[in-house]
């Protein structure tokens, strides 16, 4: 927050913007209508710049990219009724995966409430179950304090999506503006500290433990607890596994860390996990994908559940040592506990767990076949991509096979540089959350990792980004199918293809992806040939001034591999064609 501003009369919609600007806010994304419309005024003549998008749920996305990217709140600005209920799956969205974003939406006017007025809707009654907060506004003077909570409530504890719903009314009438303005938040206690007798119960684990395991959620990115990470993987030698939206909490070349867990994750990675005899989780939640069937999950793993959210602890598998702190303070006294711990208990004797890691990358790397349909392999292309564009690169995605395969074959090096709806599954979130990761990172290469499918549901949000000169670049993994769902068509319903074909006519490609980007405004070509891939991404990376689209022809038989079956034990991983690993390797 600024310094003290003296008390000033104005406008309800002035002070919207007021705060904003008092807030440290620079960037919003958003669309005018009736109900917002007061608020529109005065943010001409801000500092803040404004972002006008092409639909509302392109807001909420690019807010979410601009969090993820930055670590600040992400804003967006929408109008009441369908304005306000295109943003519920941006909402829920940053709901699942922890994101700190606020959304103001206008409302119709406080006496207009409950007659069904025009684009009226309970937008506060709709957010509540997908959202940390939300709050109603009908009196002008509240504005301040409420926007005060709403960043607040977004940023700390376990990060989440506020909705701030204000009435035209309070935007139209004055009021005396100051800041910074009192918040009342009763009950609203986020964890700071951890109990320093269960970070020396979970040491003395790390003391005991043959085969420990680091299971590391999203929840370290979110803290900035990276270092601390790092620290702690050095002083205990535990093997690590980064979830989704953990990629690059520890880089993929730190030989501890086994690459993403779960359902489309690496065998050594799987494998760790169930034949673990120490788990520590860390801001992670025991999510389905990662877990498989429950009951068969890690089965003699004592489990230590460090979360900012005490919710989270014992939600699913029931924590031995359940820990409740911040994650970034938590891992700072587990590093300083540890050395104390180890004079007293000893270090325990990791080789014979770390050869039999090591065999299972060496026997069961991620890998695939080339495909037999002359199209181009799309892990090549991910491959090709991430060798040729770099760590430094932030690399968003939508959902789906092109989302695993980004996962896998991108190398991830550093925290904030990998987007992805993670929890929630949303497709159409890759084109919006690169735009609002670029604007945050206007001085990195952005590049927008999508599917045919998930691309056709928000792409209208290239003009936006070649308007506001938003130079994302965008790599189409084009198999003109629903991807993900015809693999599992492919395997468990006898390759009967029901309303998965998008493109039926391989001869000609409707739409023509590279006319539609041209259309936008972008520099697009077509890739079919596997030596043009590296000089196509070459191409792509010395256009900056406007944003690129590569379409890459893909083959529909590729499928993500590794892979479990949605309910079954992770023991039951499959590697490649349905090819179970051998667990009984020689150490």
């Not at 506990?337 to 004797?349: N, R």
Request: charge should be negative; hydrophobic fraction near 45%.
């Amino acid at each position: 927050m600024t310094n003290t501003v003296r008390a000033e009369t104005m406008t309800g919609a002035a002070a919207i913007v007021s705060s904003l600007e008092a807030l440290g806010v620079t960037d919003v994304f958003g669309m005018p209508g009736g109900a917002i419309l007061p608020t529109y005024d005065p943010l001409m003549d801000s500092s803040i710049r404004h972002i006008l998008v092409r639909h509302e749920q392109g807001a909420g996305h690019a807010a979410e990219g601009f969090a993820l990217a930055t670590g600040r709140v992400g804003c967006a600005i929408v109008t009441s009724g369908p304005g306000a209920t295109n943003t519920l799956t941006a909402l829920a969205d940053a709901n699942m995966d922890s994101v700190p974003i606020v959304v103001i939406s206008g409302q119709v006017g406080a006496s207009l409430i409950g007659t069904d007025a025009f684009q009226e809707a309970d937008i506060v009654g709709a957010s509540m179950p997908v959202t940390k907060h939300s709050f109603l506004v009908t009196d002008a003077q509240e504005i301040p304090a409420r926007l005060a909570e709403a960043f607040h409530i977004a940023s700390t504890g376990r990060p989440g999506p506020v909705l701030v719903d204000i009435t035209k009314s309070a935007q139209n009438a004055q009021m005396s503006f100051s800041w910074p303005p009192q918040m009342d938040l009763p009950g609203y206690k986020p964890a700071g500290k951890p109990h320093a007798r269960q970070v020396r119960a979970a040491a003395r684990e790390f003391c005991q433990a043959q085969a420990p395991v680091l299971y590391v959620g999203g929840g370290v990115i979110r803290a900035g607890a990276s270092a601390q990470l790092a620290q702690l993987v050095e002083l205990t030698d535990a093997a690590v596994v980064t979830t989704l939206t953990a990629r690059g909490a520890l880089p993929d070349s730190d030989r501890h860390n086994l690459g993403m867990p779960g359902m489309h994750g690496t065998v050594a990675a799987v494998g760790a996990l169930q034949r673990a005899d120490l788990v520590v989780a860390l801001g992670a939640r025991f999510d389905d994908r990662v877990t498989g069937n429950l009951d068969s999950f890690a089965p003699r793993a004592r489990i230590v559940h460090v979360d900012i959210d005490a919710a989270e602890i014992s939600k699913n598998r029931v924590a031995d040592i359940p820990i409740v702190g911040d994650l970034a303070l938590t891992l700072k006294a587990l590093v300083d506990a540890l050395p104390a711990a180890q004079d007293k208990d000893g270090t325990p004797d990791l080789s014979g767990w770390w050869r039999y890691l090591d065999r299972l990358q060496e026997l069961y790397p991620l890998g695939w076949t080339e495909p037999e349909d002359g199209r181009l392999s799309p892990q090549h292309v991910l491959e090709r991509l991430s060798a040729v564009a770099g760590p430094e690169a932030i690399y968003a995605t939508g959902v789906g096979q092109h989302q695993m395969w980004a996962a896998q074959f991108i190398a991830h090096e550093h925290p904030r540089h990998f987007i992805s709806s993670s929890g929630l599954g949303t497709m159409g979130y890759c084109i919006p959350a690169a735009m609002g990761a670029q604007v945050g990172r206007p001085d990195a290469t952005v590049w927008a990792i999508d599917g045919d499918g998930s691309f056709q549901m928000t792409n209208q949000e290239l003009a936006t980004c070649t308007i506001n000169h938003i130079p994302i670049k965008v790599a189409l993994i084009n198999n003109s199918v629903l991807g993900m769902v015809r693999q599992w068509q492919s395997l468990f319903y006898s390759q009967r293809y029901s309303n998965t074909v998008l493109n039926p006519d391989e001869g000609e490609q409707i739409p023509n992806f590279v006319m539609l980007a041209e259309a936008y405004g972008l520099a697009a070509r077509t890739v079919s040939d596997p030596t043009e891939v590296d000089e196509a991404i070459e191409w792509a990376m010395t256009i900056t001034d406007r944003p690129v689209l590569i379409d890459f022809r893909v083959s529909r038989e590729a499928m993500v591999w590794p892979m479990v079956a949605a309910g079954v034990s992770n023991d039951d991983i499959r590697y490649a064609k349905g090819l179970a690993p051998d667990w009984d390797v020689e150490d």
